[in-house]
Each structure stands twice: as structure tokens, then as C-alpha cells.
């Protein structure tokens, strides 16, 4: 073998390499390292810093865990529904390359309805989308916004999750069905129904229903007066992508009539629903995608939906360079480094180092 050093090839032949399949490649390569590959057809060089056999001309690639949440929807008023959780989605990206400027946004959380004197109270509003763009788009949708009393049809809107339905104020025989989960459809699914409103006897003041959540349905209205139960958001959704065991996307609780009991908002950031008549609705937890929770009474608010997030996971032999006009937290834990995007839109780069 001979050792060259600043050595200058200037001639019209060739530089033969050495020449073998897949299977012969070296079994401990170093940095550098080049040959012609017989199974691909392509010659090939050695990038330790990655770990892997490159084309020649080609860039590194990487495999990248996601987790995308969408904003959660805002809770309704006047005995108001909660609010549905954003939608979730979580899988991985493979062949990832790098210096591809990737897309993604953080979507925002829903407005909870503006409680007013004259009972004419819309519903909470959906809350945004999140997305990131691999070698397709990610999207997840806004958790729906929870009904009011006054709304013509008190029914949850449909989101990521849906939104819960408002209590029926003609009297109580009315039946108002939660918002759709899933909404705009995608598989896997993202998210569940909102609870619907079944009726009760007795007194026409009772309570809201709960916002769906991204691992469970809200639940609806339960008991009779003078003993009656706002329904609880639905539950969340565990990730430890981060190193720690965390929920996202849960639903808002539906708002109740005092003494009757509020809805608790679900697992992940939903918030729980007023009680009373100037109590407003809580709002879902920032960058959990949680809903809002429904308010008390006809002059109390919505609680607003929480922020989504988009987390992303990857070697930490990589580096994730962020466009201005997002925010960004970067760990390394365990060979990996750990972005968490929790506001604005822009795009990602990922580069060896």
C-alpha cells in the first residue's frame, strides 16, 4: 500500500477504484473511503461523521420522529360546550435531506365566545392548522369550537377534534350532536367527536357538553336536575418524544349552571368549563393543543384553545437550522437532538454537525 500526500493526478486515463458489491463493502470503514459499488452501479464514498456509504454527488440523509398538534378550538358560552383538541398526528420521516429547506407552521389556538347581555353569543371559534412538508404534507387540523346556548342549532363545530354541544335552552328536551373529530379526514386519525347533548327533565339550565380529545370522545351532559354534570373533555394523548411522557390535544370541559358541576377539561391541556353565572370557560395550555373549556353563564367567556406544537427528533450527529419567524428550543438527550417549534411559520434545514 502506498501513502500519498498532496498528490496531483494529471493525465487522460483513469484512477481505478476499488471494485466489489454491497456485501464487500469494508467492514469498518473510515472517513473518505471510496470504491465503485456493483450492486447499485454508482461509485460511493464513506461519511463517518453520518455513518453511511454516499453516492457520489449525492448529500446525507436522515430519518426525523415527528410530532405535529394542531391549535385547540374555543369553548362556547352561555353554559357552553368545550372546546375540541387540535388535531395530532406523530410518525417518521425517512430520507430526509439535508440542506432542503423544509416547511412547517405552528398553528394558533381558537378564540373562546364573547359572552354578551343579550344572549345572542356566537360559538368559540376552530383553531388553526399545523403542518410540516417532508416528501408530503403533514397537516392537522384546528380543534372545532364549542357551541353556545344561543347558537340556532347548539351543535360543537367539527375540527381535528370536534367541539361540544351547548346545553338546549327551550326547555331541555332537545337533542344537539357534538362537532366531528378527524375533520378533514386522515389516517391515522387525529382526533375524536365532541360530546353531544342528550337532553334532561326538569330545569331548562344545566350544562355544556365536552370537546373531543385526540385519544377519546367528550363526553355529554349527564344526570337530572336538581343533580346535573357538564361533560368532561375528552383525553389526550401520551408522547415521550422528548425524553419525557407528556400529553397533548386533550378536550375542554363543558360550562354549567350553578350549583350544578362543570365539565373537567381532558388529559393533554384541556381546560375545564366556568360554573356560574360570571365564571368564563379556562383556557387549553399553550403548545398542547388543548380546547377551551365552555363558560358558566351568558355574560362569561370562552376559554380560549391552547397553541399546537410541531416537535422534531433526530440524530444528533445533524443539525436543524430555523427561518426567522419561528420559535425554537433545541435539547440533546440520548444520541438525539430535540427541536421544539412552538409559534410562527417558516421553514427547517437539517446539515451534518
Not at 45 to 52: D, F, I, K, L, S
Request: proline share 3%; glycine share 30%; aromatic share 6%.
Amino acid at each position: 500500500m502506498a501513502t500519498l500526500k498532496n498528490t496531483s493526478v494529471n493525465d487522460t486515463g483513469f484512477l481505478q477504484l476499488p471494485v466489489g458489491t454491497t456485501e464487500q463493502r469494508p467492514a469498518s470503514p473510515a472517513n473518505g473511503y471510496m470504491r465503485y459499488n456493483t450492486t447499485t452501479g454508482y461509485g460511493e464514498v464513506y461519511n463517518a461523521t453520518v455513518g453511511q456509504w454516499l453516492q457520489f454527488g449525492t448529500a446525507p440523509t436522515l430519518s426525523v420522529e415527528y410530532l405535529v398538534v394542531a391549535g385547540g378550538g374555543g369553548g362556547g358560552s352561555q353554559h357552553g360546550g368545550g372546546g375540541g383538541a387540535g388535531g395530532l398526528l406523530t410518525g417518521t420521516a425517512t430520507s430526509v435531506s439535508t440542506g432542503v429547506a423544509y416547511n412547517l407552521s405552528v398553528g394558533a389556538g381558537g378564540t373562546g365566545s364573547v359572552g354578551t347581555t343579550s344572549f345572542a353569543n356566537p360559538n368559540g371559534s376552530n383553531g388553526s392548522n399545523s403542518s410540516i412538508t417532508f416528501s408530503s404534507t403533514i397537516t392537522v387540523n384546528g380543534g372545532g369550537g364549542g357551541s353556545s346556548m344561543s347558537n340556532p342549532n347548539r351543535s360543537g363545530l367539527s375540527g381535528g377534534s370536534g367541539g361540544g354541544s351547548a346545553l338546549d335552552g327551550t326547555g331541555g328536551g332537545g337533542v344537539s350532536p357534538g362537532g366531528l373529530g378527524n375533520t378533514p379526514s386522515t389516517s391515522p386519525s387525529q382526533g375524536n367527536n365532541g360530546g353531544a347533548y342528550n337532553g334532561y327533565s326538569g330545569t331548562q339550565y344545566g350544562g355544556g357538553s365536552g370537546g373531543g380529545g385526540a385519544g377519546a370522545v367528550g363526553a355529554s351532559v349527564t344526570g337530572n336536575s336538581p343533580s346535573v354534570t357538564a361533560g368532561n373533555g375528552g383525553a389526550g394523548v401520551v408522547s415521550a418524544i422528548t425524553g419525557s411522557s407528556i400529553s397533548y390535544a386533550g378536550g375542554g370541559g363543558g360550562g354549567s349552571h350553578a350549583p350544578f358541576t362543570y365539565g373537567s377539561g381532558g388529559s393533554g391541556g384541556g381546560g375545564r368549563g366556568g360554573l356560574g353565572n360570571s365564571e368564563a370557560g379556562v383556557a387549553g395550555t399553550a403548545n398542547t393543543g388543548g380546547g377551551g373549556g365552555g363558560s358558566g353563564a351568558h355574560t362569561a367567556n370562552g376559554g380560549s384553545g391552547g397553541s399546537g406544537i410541531v416537535i422534531l427528533k433526530y440524530p444528533s450527529t445533524y443539525s436543524a437550522s430555523f427561518s426567522a419567524g419561528l420559535t425554537v428550543s433545541t435539547q440533546t438527550s440520548g444520541g438525539f437532538k430535540i427541536s421544539s417549534i412552538t409559534a410562527g411559520t417558516g421553514t427547517v434545514t437539517f446539515s451534518v454537525g
